[in-house]
């Protein structure tokens, strides 16, 4: 039930095809964030004519509420959100790392305080494959040791052998084999030791394979020299996915890498915040250039946001604080990520993908590092307001 | 284009049929409010869908933000928020009474702050009916002055006086006739001024009569006795509408008392606040009670909410604050409230509905105070947050 075939490679860029128990989906794929069970502000429906096909959701969340055995006795994941489409569920990893206050990590598993409440909870490998059995993910991920990326080597390798010996037991613990499990390759930024990792857990008889420990804080083009290194160790024939990436032109730069998979809250976050995506960088639609544009953001998209409202209205409802407008600005942000993925696949089943590449690179303004740096405190601001993700 | 017919009457409960320039809207009606140009979290296809022909916007807001000319130069507020319906838009008195900052209220007009960033500006009921004019709204409001419920005698007589003399230069100023005006009849909770204030208001030329000034503060039975004895002095061919009410009951029982048309940001602030109807009473979804309900907020209701989510699911969404959660609340409280409507109506039309009303109340346990207080703080400290309705 969890194959992938691979269709087409066109340079290193790869088309192909996942098969879940909750359908096809085409790769590369995009998966927007629905950490609590919800992707932000829209319904399941939405998302589907989205043109998405799987999300992710996040098990330290929803294992903190509304608790994995609520969601187990309403169904399971996909009932209790009413979502039929495939899910894709991380281990909780990262935000043992990035959110809750760690109290003890030991090879046995780590102890940790929730954001939410400041009790106490243990979470162990063989748990965080229960949980995500629970839920009833399509894709499951070990658990990992997650770093900051500027941590010194020794600490990295331990983190990196700890990951490993976690993934042997997950895989050991892994029952429901519909159910895909995800190894997570780690090192940081030492191409040796991403190697070693890569070598390990690729001798261990994986669905798929993550590259974790990325885009956390170090340079771009370091994130791009890792996954490259790293995707060329993983087997052809088994999806690759990037964790946490990306914004449009890390989607461009690392589907030339080599990876299938991609999950961000970046599109949905930073429409929320009215950063809208276009074919020549983001905008900031709360700018007064703005103010009475007749015209949609963008006049090519095909999203009901564009072909509904003007660009004036959005300002209007973003200088508002209108809750719809962080609505039609993540229906615009999404679509204009499913478009982008589906012109990559077409490009790459067309063998045109290293020259769609150089045109929409060429084109795409990149967020510049201020906007980047101001877009993020406002959102570190309000996200106690929103809850995380 | 605004005409108003009569269809049949069951005690003083009336059904009737106001042609507007938008469309034909049956009334009893209750107007959904869309303060700053937009219905809080839905798109106006929805609202279309949830059964609403008409909803109230709200000049002042407007005319602070975006500002009247942006919106004359998008091509109005319909076209402006993609809303094809009907448009009420209510003149600014109540607003620039409850949330301005008001500097000088004399015969001319008001001389005000902006409750947004304190800029002064000045408003007369000639201005009043032009930006509402120039709104494209389908029905207008005269421009009134707003006073506490609890104003000594004297004072309630002085502000219905001017808001007669605003009134006439409003019917004077007043062009564009495919736009209907309203009058608003003051006189507080004086039966005589309320008395003198329809007469005088009835024998000038208006398309229709509002009763201002309740549902501010004064017990619900005197609400309930000026709204009758109001009523029965406007004129039985014009519409009466009803300011600022209401909730499920006090709708019920205000059509009881002959009125037309309401209009109220209750059904959607509460829903924000997890307030949601049911034919029972009101329920908080946030209650524990509802953490493993499988079943919806109400079986009976056929809302897209209802039809495919668990309460359990809101109950989730609102205690993890995901914007969902006010967009799936805010469709049930507008469905509950459309079809309370319609079933109002269908009574009517067969002459049953003293009966509906007597089984709807004895079934509808009204929200007590305490909750009602509660509930109105929440709001309070929200408002900031979310922009006032």
């Known amino acids: 039930m969890n194959d992938f075939r691979l269709i087409k490679t066109c340079s290193k860029a790869r088309a192909g095809e996942l098969t879940t128990p909750h359908g096809v989906v085409l790769t590369p794929v995009l998966c927007p964030v629905g950490t609590q069970g919800s992707v932000k502000t829209l319904v399941p429906q939405e998302i589907k004519e989205l043109g998405m096909r799987m999300i992710l959701a996040n098990t330290y969340h929803l294992y903190l509420r509304p608790g994995i055995p609520t969601i187990e006795k309403l169904g399971g994941l ?8 495939a899910i894709l569920t991380d281990s909780g990893g990262y935000q043992l790392f990035s959110l809750s206050r760690l109290c003890q990590v030991s090879d046995d598993g780590v102890i940790f305080r929730s954001h939410i409440d400041g009790s106490q909870h243990t979470i162990t490998p063989e748990l965080a494959i229960h949980y995500q059995e629970s839920l009833g993910a399509d894709i499951t991920m070990v658990l990992d040791e997650c770093i900051a990326h500027d941590e010194r080597r020794e600490r990295v390798w331990a983190a990196m052998v700890r990951t490993h010996q976690w993934a042997e037991r997950c895989l050991k613990s892994h029952k429901r084999q519909r159910q895909a499990l995800y190894a997570i390759v780690q090192g940081g930024i030492f191409p040796d030791l991403r190697k070693q990792s890569a070598e390990f857990l690729t001798s261990l008889k994986f669905d798929g394979y ?17 996954t490259e290194q790293t995707a060329a160790l993983l087997p052809s024939d088994k999806p690759r996915y990037l964790m946490g990436v990306g ?3 890390d989607v461009v730069e690392c589907v030339a890498r080599g990876i299938d998979i991609f999950d961000c809250a970046l599109p ?6 009215g950063a809208l995506y276009t074919r020549k960088g983001r905008v900031d639609i709360e700018n007064a250039v703005f103010s009475q544009q007749e015209t949609p953001i963008d006049t090519d998209c095909c999203c009901y946001t564009c072909q509904n409202f003007s660009a004036a209205y959005l300002h209007h409802l973003f200088r508002s604080k209108e809750l719809l407008a962080y609505r039609l600005a993540t229906i615009h942000n999404l679509a204009f990520m499913s478009s982008l993925v589906k012109s990559i696949r077409s490009a790459i089943l067309n063998g045109t993908f290293d020259k769609f590449r150089q045109e929409f690179l060429s ?9 980047r740096i101001s877009q993020k405190q406002k959102w570190l601001e309000t996200r106690q307001k929103e809850s995380q993700d």
């Not at 949905?268 to 915040?273: E, G, L």
């Not at 084109?363 to 906007?371: F, L, W």
């Open 78 to 85: 996909h009932k209790f959100m009413g979502w039929n489409g």
């Open 363 to 371: 084109a795409y303004q990149p967020t510049d590092e201020q906007t």
């Open 210 to 226: 993550a590259i974790g420990g990325l885009s956390i804080g170090e340079p771009k083009s370091v994130t791009f020299d890792i």
């Open 247 to 249: 914004s449009p032109e």
């Open 268 to 273: 949905t976050r930073v429409a929320r915040n």
